[in-house]
């Protein structure tokens, strides 16, 4: 059977086996997993009854035929001298890896690989998983792991120079505005008797119901402000003080992770 292998079953590889099988793209005896550590196997095994552990990755890698590396990039070298040997060749590794390129993935194992950036956000179903083929992957294959990845949110195919700031906005992106929504309801809760737990949960639903209001008018963050901030009102001293700020504040942030990002797993 053609199953799909994951290895490392930590804050990614648990959220893809979750969704593959809770959407229903997989059956349960078409999941194979492995990770390093006692406790994330025993708790996929308590999760989903029945589905497949394998004791080591060269066991799982001799099962499956698309291999989906859920390790973090530092290890994935690692994993690939250590499945490869026993691969036929004709296997499709799925890299979930931010900041490995599929030079360095095509170096290690010459057939058919694709890199994936998936989002914490696919496990309500929302966001978007980025995909980048090799030149080496067939279309069937291709279409294969797209499918898997639409069933839990959206899927944009990129090219690999486009990665970089993708993967800040869609996948660092959750992190990102988790921090600002906390910042904003933390500086409210501050200035004023608003609890911190009701800040936050003011602040939570109001970045939802502003994400859902651009994304179902089609109007810009410009256009809303306009509506918002009556003249001479609240909003627009906020605004304001935002606009001027934010730039060099989230310049500095972009330049930190795409630095980083280059450094990654080396
Ligand atoms: N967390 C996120 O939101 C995103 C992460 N990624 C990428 O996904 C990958 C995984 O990230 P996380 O799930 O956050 O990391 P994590 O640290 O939560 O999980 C890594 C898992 O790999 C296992 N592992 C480590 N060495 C292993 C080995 N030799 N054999 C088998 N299993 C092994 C660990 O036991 C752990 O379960 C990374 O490469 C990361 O760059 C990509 C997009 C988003
Ligand atoms: O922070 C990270 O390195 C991973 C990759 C993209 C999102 N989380």
């Given at each position: 059977m053609d199953c799909i292998g994951v290895i490392g079953y930590g804050h990614m590889g648990g959220m893809l086996v979750n969704g593959f099988l809770s959407s229903g793209?997989?059956?349960?005896?078409e999941v194979v997993v492995t990770s390093k550590s006692r406790e994330s196997r025993d708790a996929c095994a308590a999760a989903w009854p029945g589905i497949g552990i394998a004791r080591a990755n060269g066991e799982l890698a001799r099962r499956c035929r698309t291999i989906i590396l859920a390790v973090r990039p530092q290890e994935v070298t690692e994993v690939l001298r250590e499945i490869v040997p026993l691969m036929d060749g004709d296997e499709h590794i799925v890299s979930l890896a931010a900041g490995i390129g599929l030079a360095e993935l095509e170096g290690l194992f010459s057939g058919s690989v694709t890199r994936v950036v998936p989002t914490i956000s696919s496990t309500v179903g929302q966001g978007t998983t980025l995909i980048c083929h090799g030149r080496q992957v067939g279309m069937h294959d291709a279409l294969r792991v797209e499918g898997l990845f639409s069933s839990i949110g959206n899927v944009m195919l990129v090219e690999e120079e486009e990665l970089p700031a993708a993967t800040i906005l869609s996948s660092c992106g959750p992190g990102l505005l988790a921090a600002v929504i906390e910042e904003l309801a933390d500086a409210a809760a501050r200035a004023s008797g608003l609890s911190a737990d009701r800040a936050l949960q003011l602040a939570t639903e109001t970045a939802a119901a502003t994400a859902a209001y651009l994304r179902e008018t089609g109007e810009t963050p410009g256009d809303l402000i306009g509506r918002v901030a009556?003249?001479?009102?609240?909003?627009e001293v906020g605004v304001k003080g935002i606009r001027e700020r934010l730039p060099e504040v989230f310049d500095e942030a972009v330049a930190a992770m795409l630095e980083r990002y280059g450094a990654v797993g080396k």
């Open positions: 793209v997989l059956g349960i005896d009556t003249g001479g009102g609240v909003t």
